[in-house]
């Protein structure tokens, strides 16, 4: 379903940091980094152990449900012209998107709840709704970076950072211009323009392939959001325009994302607090899961944002340390973490040569600050060196 509650594949994906409260007695040690989290990981090293990741995280094509991409150049750039001036949630563009799309989304949203069709004679009722979002002057650009079929975000229009974060899209603007390029769909069909319309329709699913593609785990997740929701208002488009030669390819398209969502819904667990825990990120807390992360890393089967995951994992499994004492408000020279292992150095210097650039860009930066820290002398400076970080 397109609503985020009604959604399970995201439960993976949208996992927060382990939550820390505030440390008033005595400094924070390895011996209570161990006690926290080595439960988390032993349970998620048997699960990775015991799946092969190359058949849970297949490939997914779309191209059956699309026009066919023929254009050239990165249509994340043209995304991002879109996007970038709304990622801060107290933007005035972001809140005026917000505030036009908002009784869409609600009609979405309970159209999907009780299954209910989504065509132009439901949507009389926020006839004026559609108008206004159908004539957002940005769909255009959406239109045109959906053409296009190379898509890269992470890593080519935005950088990578020293810690290898990036400004992510949140699913909340994603979600937005998707209603809103249903939205012009609706007044298309209405109009009876039907090819113009299914192309906007289908460009909801083809700008869910891009996020898709990308490897930023989120994302990647975020992606098969998009177009679960595109072949859900594809299905009901096509039937009611007697087109049901199509519908067969929707269907496989929904079904094949829903297959993976279960598939990798039982990869994730919950720890003895109901917390849910992510296994790739788990794997990363001890050196004895650094060759299953190393494993994933390289196996060039996998979506570039799983491979990505374990890169980003082998980084902060062991800078986790220091994101607690951060988080913690204590004296970072409280703290008495161990350097960075060799072995997990090594790994990630492995990964330098990968051929996919925004893969090798994480693994030079991360093995970078990771060596910075092993000379360090102690553990509060390795701790002030990674809160000074950008």
């Not at 065509?119 to 959906?146: M, T």
Request: proline letters at 4%; charged letters at 25%; one cysteine or more.
């Amino acid at each position: 379903m397109f609503a985020m509650r009604h959604i399970p594949m995201l439960l993976i994906c949208l996992i927060c940091l382990f939550s820390c409260k505030r440390v008033d007695d005595g400094p924070l040690t390895e011996e209570l980094f161990r006690f926290t989290l080595e439960k988390q990981f032993a349970t998620a090293k048997s699960k990775m152990d015991t799946v092969k990741i190359e058949e849970i995280f297949t490939p997914i094509d779309h191209s059956n449900v699309i026009f066919e991409q023929k254009s050239q150049g990165n249509a994340a750039e043209l995304y991002w012209e879109v996007f970038k001036d709304k990622l801060d949630s107290r933007s005035e563009s972001r809140q005026q998107l917000l505030e036009t799309v908002e009784p869409i989304m609600q009609f979405v949203d309970l159209s999907i709840k009780e299954n209910l069709e989504i065509s132009p004679q439901k949507a009389e009722s926020i006839k004026a709704d559609l108008q206004k979002a159908a004539r957002l002057p940005e769909l255009e650009k959406i239109e045109q970076a959906a053409q296009l079929r190379y898509f890269r975000l992470t890593g080519e229009v935005v950088p990578i950072s020293a810690k290898l974060t990036v400004n992510l899209i949140p699913m909340t603007l994603l979600r937005a211009y998707s209603v809103a390029l249903m939205a012009k769909a609706l007044e298309r069909e209405n109009s009876r323009d039907i090819s113009s319309a299914e192309r906007l329709l289908q460009t909801i699913v083809a700008m869910g392939g891009h996020f898709a593609a990308d490897p930023k785990y989120e994302n990647y997740f975020n992606g098969q959001v998009l177009m679960e929701f595109g072949c859900y208002l594809l299905k009901s488009f096509y039937n009611r325009n007697k087109q049901a030669s199509k519908i067969e390819a929707v269907e496989k398209l929904a079904e094949s994302i829903k297959n993976q969502a279960q598939k990798a819904g039982s990869l994730a667990f919950r720890d003895e607090t109901g917390q849910p825990v992510n296994p790739i990120k788990a794997l990363g807390y001890f050196d004895e899961g650094i060759d299953s992360l190393l494993r994933i890393a390289l196996d060039e089967r996998l979506p570039l944002a799983i491979r990505s995951a374990a890169v980003e994992h082998l980084f902060y499994g062991y800078v986790f340390r220091y994101m607690v004492v951060q988080h913690s408000g204590r004296n970072p020279d409280t703290s008495k973490y161990a350097p960075p292992s060799e072995q997990r150095i090594a790994a990630l210097d492995k990964l330098k040569s990968i051929p996919d650039k925004t893969l090798s860009q994480m693994a030079v930066n991360a093995s970078t600050v990771l060596t910075n820290m092993k000379q360090m002398q102690s553990s509060g400076e390795r701790a002030r060196y990674w809160m000074g970080l950008n």
